[in-house]
Structure formats: structure tokens, C-alpha cells
């Protein structure tokens, strides 16, 4: 093997792993857990839900992988599945869109692991505040901001991608993503300089 | 040539963010900050938005990856790749080596394995066709004749009947209780 070479697209993944070799998946795995797991946790607002529906969703999309067309992004594909399995549950769950400080005081230990950002008290207590605030103001967009925020910082999707995905032109895109950022930025003001 | 007024480089400044803006407005845009500070700061804010998303991550479980690749299915599709393939059509294979061996005639032979390999199997697939067309005919003559009996008989016909129609409730009740096991087994 040559130094440097090139890592597999996704593409490639998905032909090796339909030429037989199932093992293959698991690169496909790794690359996009991150991404999606924080893609549904911030729609789904909890992390249990969030690491269930990832599962399932990377195991509906190998189900049905021969029916893969390969002229569009893994990428596209995996995040509108994602998107569609997630709108499903919160219609099918009603979820109660109760604060994550809610649930602490309802004495609800919290499961989900945020990085510690800063250590002692303090840090906590700001860590905690930090989070619920990026979430609170996630879920205070309009969701036709909202969805395009997600696609773009939590899945990482790039522009095209998410036109693809939306089925909207690219200058919408953009300028909803740039008036979402604009809010979200004016409900983070306070942390933006921590 | 007129110069972008502040909205555009508000909007170029988030192209930027993305890695998203051309050189040439790259360029531009860099200009335009040097002199213009409210800008900047919008610059800052940007970033630091993104560096704050980008901390307030979720953790993935560990077993995340372990617990999908268990989880994975044996998929139609499965069944129809190569390496699925792959040994019965060695299998065959074989078998169309040993049928050369034994009926390939003297002559192929003498002109190679080859040769004679594909005679046997062109022999083989051959009487396949011919018995598989002669099986076919006879059972549609024969059930053309059990059906000529069954209509010319109003008893036979009576009987048919209610064989067929006891026949389909007796599926219907079995798919209606899995049915129902299902939606049980889901609760």
C-alpha cells in the first residue's frame, strides 16, 4: 500500500459492501455516527432516542443499499432517511418539548454526555446553562430554519447537498441558512464570548 | 465597478465560515474587513457560534458501531451477490467437468477439454429444454382433461366449489390471526 492513498468515497464503500463484503459497512458507520447521532439528538432532544433511531436508520439503509443510486451523495440519501425517521417519531411520540433544566428538577438524573468544557462547580453550572441555551435557541427556529441549521452544523452536509436533500435552490439555501444563523446568533449573544 | 454594499459581505462572511465563498470574493471580502470593523466583529461571532455548536456535542456510545453491524439483517439483496453465487456455480462447474468426462465424445475430446466440456454441457442443457417442454405439454393436457370431467359433471363441478371455497377461508383466517399476532407482538 502506497502512503497517502486516498480513502474509499462512500460510494465505493457501499460497492464493496454490496459486492459481498459486509464488513465494509462498518467504515460507513464510523464515518457518519458522529454526525447523525447529534443531527437527531438536537431534533429529538434526547440522546437514548437519539442512539435508537441512528441504529435503526443505518440498518433500514443497509436493508434497501442495492437500491442506492450512486448519481447522488451517500451522504444526501442517509440524511433524508435520517430526517424523515425523525419526523416520524416526533409525530408518532408527541414529544413533550419540555426544557433539559426541567428535567432536572423533576429529578431525572440527566444520561447524555456533553464534553466538560470547563471543571468545578461554576464550570458545570455554565456548561449546563451553555447547553440548554443552544438548545432552547435550536428549537425556538422556525423549522424551515431549524432543518437546515441541523443538516449544515450537525450533519455537516455541505450547501449542494442540502439543496439536493430539500429540493431547493441553492440561493435559498444559503439565505436561509444565513437569516437561521443571524437568530440564532442573536438568542447566543451571551455565550458567544465566553 | 460598484463596490457590495454591507448585506453582501454579511452574507459572503458566512459563505466564508463554510469555506464556502470563490477566491475572488475571498479577496474582496478581506479587503473591505481591514477598513471595517463592524464586520470583523461579525467575523468573530460567526466563529465563535461555530465553535460553540461544535462543542456542545453529544458523545457516541462506544458499542454504537458493534450494536448496528449486530443488528444488520441478511437482506434480499444479500442473497444475490456474487460471493453468494460463487459456489454453486462451482458446483456446476464441476459437475458440467465430470458430465465432459464421462459422455464427451472421442473426437472433441481428442480437440481438448474444453471443446468437449461444452459439448457435455450444450447436451445437458438440451435434454433439460426437451424433457422440461414434454413435462409441460403433458400436464396441461392432463389438466385440461381432469377439468373437461370436472365441468361435465354438476356434482364433481358442486364439489370442486366448496373444496376451493373452504380452501380460501381457511387461509383467510390463518393470515388474519399472524395479522394479529403481529400487531400484538408490536404493542
Not at chain 2, 68 to 79: C, D, K, S, Y
Request: net charge negative; charged share 25%.
Amino acid at each position: 500500500m502506497t502512503l497517502g492513498a486516498e480513502q474509499p468515497t462512500d460510494e465505493d464503500l457501499v460497492a464493496a459492501v454490496l459486492g459481498g463484503d459486509r464488513d465494509r459497512f462498518g467504515e460507513l458507520v464510523d464515518r457518519y455516527q458522529g454526525r447523525l447521532v447529534n443531527y437527531l439528538f438536537r431534533l429529538l432532544r434526547n440522546v437514548d432516542d437519539a442512539h435508537d433511531l441512528a441504529q435503526e436508520v443505518l440498518v433500514k439503509v443497509y436493508q434497501v443499499l442495492d437500491r442506492y443510486d450512486p448519481q447522488y451523495k451517500f451522504s444526501t440519501w442517509l440524511f433524508r432517511v435520517a430526517q424523515n425517521a425523525a419526523i416520524d417519531q416526533i409525530r408518532r411520540r408527541r414529544l413533550k418539548l419540555v426544557s433539559l433544566r426541567q428535567d432536572d428538577d423533576e429529578g431525572e438524573g440527566r444520561d447524555w454526555d456533553l464534553p466538560s468544557l470547563e471543571r468545578g462547580p461554576y464550570g458545570e453550572m455554565r456548561n449546563q446553562e451553555r447547553a440548554d441555551a443552544i438548545q432552547e435557541a435550536i428549537d425556538s427556529l422556525p423549522w424551515e430554519y431549524r432543518e437546515l441549521i441541523l443538516l449544515r452544523h450537525q450533519g455537516e452536509l455541505p450547501y449542494e447537498e442540502i439543496a439536493q436533500l430539500k429540493q431547493m435552490p441553492l440561493g435559498t439555501v444559503k439565505n436561509k441558512l444565513f437569516r437561521g444563523r443571524q437568530m440564532l446568533k442573536e438568542k447566543l449573544q451571551d455565550f458567544l464570548t465566553d | 465597478m460598484k463596490r457590495p454594499d454591507h448585506n453582501t459581505y454579511r452574507e459572503w462572511l458566512n459563505l466564508e465560515v463554510d469555506g464556502q465563498l470563490p477566491p475572488l470574493q475571498r479577496t474582496e471580502l478581506e479587503q473591505h474587513l481591514a477598513g471595517c470593523a463592524e464586520c470583523r466583529a461579525e467575523r468573530e461571532d460567526l466563529l465563535a457560534l461555530e465553535a460553540l455548536l461544535q462543542k456542545n456535542r453529544v458523545s457516541v456510545r462506544a458499542s454504537f458501531k458493534d450494536d448496528v453491524l449486530a443488528a444488520l439483517p441478511t437482506t434480499g439483496w444479500e442473497n444475490r451477490h456474487p460471493k453468494t453465487w460463487a459456489f454453486p456455480a462451482a458446483v456446476f462447474v464441476l459437475l458440467a467437468g465430470i458430465a465432459a468426462a464421462l459422455f464427451g465424445s472421442a473426437e472433441l475430446s481428442a480437440a481438448g477439454p474444453g471443446a468437449s466440456a461444452l459439448l457435455a454441457m450444450a447436451d445437458m442443457l438440451g435434454s433439460t429444454v426437451q424433457a422440461g417442454a414434454g413435462l409441460l405439454a403433458a400436464t396441461w393436457k392432463g389438466l385440461g382433461m381432469a377439468v373437461g370431467e370436472v365441468i361435465a359433471s354438476p356434482m364433481s363441478l358442486g364439489v370442486l366449489g366448496v373444496l376451493v371455497i373452504s380452501l380460501n377461508l381457511l387461509l383467510f383466517t390463518l393470515l388474519r390471526r399472524r395479522r394479529a399476532a403481529e400487531v400484538e407482538r408490536r404493542r
